[in-house]
């Protein structure tokens, strides 16, 4: 149920929703937008990826508990045209263990452009998926 989500607090607790209580961050650096915190059987570490602000690079961070140590960011994918062209902004990268196979992780991204742009080239708003192979971590 719903009501049954704990939530990571300063200090190590896990406990159910405080409102107004900031979370425990899980690393530093800047806030990380709409990603999915997954674990991978095969490679035995958790992982989430990200898009970078500002960026076309797909980064991902890992960790063997959910606590961490979490590692630095690191590049596993770079946007490719047309969604790095003017105009095109990508954001939403999900994984998704169920088309993984060994050692991959299975990533999808989704764009958007202004509206007589993406009409000119309706490929844009459409989700891609991409394979990435993690061979270290």
């Known amino acids: 149920q719903l ?16 409102p107004g209580v900031a979370l425990a961050a899980l690393f530093p650096g800047p806030a990380v937008q709409e990603t999915t ?26 960790a063997p508990a959910l606590t961490g140590p979490w590692s630095d960011a690191m590049p596993v994918f770079q946007l490719p045209a047309p969604y790095t062209v003017q105009g095109v902004f990508c954001y939403a990268v999900k994984s998704h263990p169920e088309f993984a196979e060994g050692s991959e992780i299975v990533l999808s991204f989704v764009c ?12 844009i708003y459409v989700p891609v998926f991409v394979r990435v192979n993690v061979t270290s971590t």
């Not at 009501?3 to 405080?18: C, K, R, T, V």
């Not at 059987?41 to 992982?47: A, N």
């Not at 958007?112 to 490929?123: G, S, T």
Request: hydrophobic share 45%; glycine share 6%; charged share 10%.
């Open 112 to 123: 958007n452009a202004p509206v007589p742009q993406m009409l000119a080239d309706l490929a």
């Open 37 to 62: 915190l997954t674990w991978h059987e095969g490679l035995q570490l958790w992982y989430l990826q990200y898009l970078e602000f500002m960026s076309s690079n797909i980064l991902m961070r890992t």
């Open 3 to 18: 009501s049954d989500f704990e939530f990571l607090y300063p200090g190590g607790q896990w406990s159910a929703a405080q």
